[in-house]
């Protein structure tokens, strides 16, 4: 048998390459160690920030790039697989030889898997609900990461609920959590939230958790996604990122970036001034940061990383 892992180039993510890997036979398998079939996953623009994050936050070492030669390329890269990386996803699989005296063949997992159509994990803190996977590997990242729930015929995770689990699930625990550290601080202060990319999941999750709370909710987006994110009902208000001056400056404001684009905060930074109260940035999905940005008025931007 054969896996085929899709891979990228690290620092040129438009490179990629398929690279094949024989499977290890059932009785090759390390003790207590499954092999799962990847069933289906989701592919969102959080991937995308995994991938431009890969290595300061150690995505890249979650799933290695196989070594050898055995590839069909896509794209100019040689056959030596150094500076690729699989960009992790979240999705399914079913265990199709199993090692480990608790967990059957045939069962289905939901967490964080390679793109890639085998995972081998080595089966640890087996409950009734999961499992985690203790290879050597995959150890010193957050330890959501390394977490697969048991979900044998679960029906909120079969058929399309299982796509809304893949697509929505992982994005709303990052809303969600989001969201209480504005509470927890009070929301520093601020009278009305900005978020970029209103159209992404994350952030139409976040407004509408902040919604609940009773916050004003302003959505920052394209021309091209103002229809939609209108259409969303979850937000106070919609500007285009032409006209986010046209907000009132005297406004104290929480700026929530899920874009990573550096014009657009600092624009932001300077418009409001010391009423920027808040400036968490949480994606890089736009891949438009400057290395080294200067000062700017207003809150110090700072990262939130959800496993914190």
Not at 272 to 292: E, I, N, P, W, Y
Request: net charge negative.
């Amino acid at each position: 048998m054969t896996s085929i892992d899709f891979v990228v180039a690290k620092d040129d993510l438009a490179q990629c390459k398929l690279v094949a890997t024989a499977l290890p036979a059932a009785d090759g398998l390390p003790p207590d160690a499954l092999l799962v079939k990847v069933d289906r996953f989701a592919f969102t623009a959080n991937n995308i920030t995994y991938a431009v994050l890969g290595d300061e936050l150690k995505y890249w070492q979650l799933f290695p790039a196989p070594q050898g030669s055995d590839n069909q390329a896509f794209g100019s890269q040689g056959s030596g697989n150094q500076g690729f990386g699989n960009i992790p996803v979240w999705g399914f699989g079913e265990v199709i030889a199993s090692r480990h005296p608790n967990v059957a063949v045939g069962e289905r997992l939901f967490g964080y898997f390679p793109m890639a159509t085998h995972l081998v994990i080595e089966a640890a803190e087996i409950s009734k609900r999961g499992l985690r996977d203790g290879a050597a590997h995959r150890q010193g990242v957050a330890p959501v990461y390394n977490a697969y729930a048991r979900v044998t015929g679960d029906p909120a995770y079969a058929g399309r609920q299982g796509d809304y689990q893949a697509l929505l699930r992982p994005l709303f625990m990052l809303s969600f959590l989001v969201d209480d550290f504005l509470a927890e601080n009070d929301d520093f202060g601020a009278r009305a939230v900005l978020l970029s990319s209103a159209s992404s999941k994350t952030a139409f999750g976040l407004a509408h958790l902040l919604r609940t709370r009773g916050r004003k909710v302003i959505g920052l987006t394209s021309a091209g996604n103002a229809g939609f994110v209108t259409s969303l009902g979850c937000y106070d208000e919609i500007v285009t990122y032409d006209r986010v001056t046209s907000l009132p400056p005297d406004v104290p404001a929480a700026f929530v970036d899920m874009a990573g684009n550096s014009a657009l905060r600092a624009t932001l930074h300077r418009h409001f001034g010391d009423q920027m109260k808040c400036s968490a940035r949480v994606g890089l999905t736009h891949r438009a940061t400057d290395a080294d940005e200067g000062e700017m008025p207003g809150a110090k931007p700072r990262w939130f990383f959800a496993p914190d």
